[in-house]
């Protein structure tokens, strides 16, 4: 797992496309066993009004319907710690491992998705970590809001 | 909390809405804590093809973006125990009630729910009960494929 992958490559593009539509810019990509981009996503709340679709169930749905043995083998990619909805995204459809870009601004599900058998590799990237720590100060109420926090 | 609160209701007529249209037979819906239906909603699997429109994720998308304060009083009805995804979904917005028709055919995260905090009540509606056997038993194919796990 590094960088270099394409889920990685597909979930970092995906917060970019979500910066510059001036939403909530966290993205996330769906790879099969063998390595084949299945579906990939970022956070639609701003763009869409919409309180579901955050990176992960945005990959989720952009990659349809698809057979639980296809799932077990899956990674799921994401620009930033899960949230618990996420987490149980990822523990419901059985991924066998979650790749997180960073932890930094908001750590998630890890525990519970470890405690569930799934791998968890966080890559500490820097540039998620500024990407996101920017929108967070510029936009407190919508981050909050995404997260189900109060903002105080 | 019982079988005549309008979330129950509007839940109810979710899951027979799915049923006529063919879907998984799944509903829900979303109440404040002053009592008035913030949105519903069915699973769309079927209708749809979509993989993350659960009944739960549904009533939450259909009731739009809303300020994490009307959350944190809100009830959650849905007529069969939530999966993973949809009790993790409640623990994010930290929903104070989760209300359920029936846990006979699936029994989801109800312990989850608990051990954060948030209340759980059980219906054990058998006219619910006997909609969703019916459905597992003559789809079980897409029934698994819900819950990402293999039809053995």
Redesign the interface.
């Known amino acids: 797992m590094s960088e270099s992958d394409v889920g990685f490559k597909a979930a970092f593009d995906e917060a970019h496309q979500g910066a510059e539509e001036g939403g909530v810019p966290i993205g996330a990509a769906l790879v099969s066993a063998d390595g084949k981009l299945l579906g990939s996503g970022h956070n639609m709340?701003m763009q869409r009004?919409?309180?579901?679709?955050h990176a992960e169930?945005s990959a989720?749905?952009n990659?349809?319907?698809?057979?639980?043995?296809v799932?077990?083998g899956a990674t799921m990619y994401t620009t930033l710690s899960p949230?618990?909805?996420?987490?149980?995204?990822c523990?419901?459809?059985?991924v066998k491992r979650v790749v997180i870009g960073e932890n930094k601004n908001f750590l998630g599900?890890e525990e519970y998705l470890k405690s569930k058998g799934i791998e968890v590799v966080v890559l500490h990237n820097e540039e998620l970590q500024t990407l996101m720590t920017k929108f967070i100060n510029e936009h407190p109420e919508e981050w909050?809001?995404d997260?189900?926090?109060?903002n105080h």
Chains 1, 2 share one sequence.
């Open positions: 709340r009004g919409s309180a579901t679709l169930i989720l749905e990659a349809g319907r698809l057979p639980a043995s799932y077990h949230c618990d909805m996420c987490t149980g995204a523990v419901m459809y059985k599900g909050y809001e997260i189900g926090e109060e």
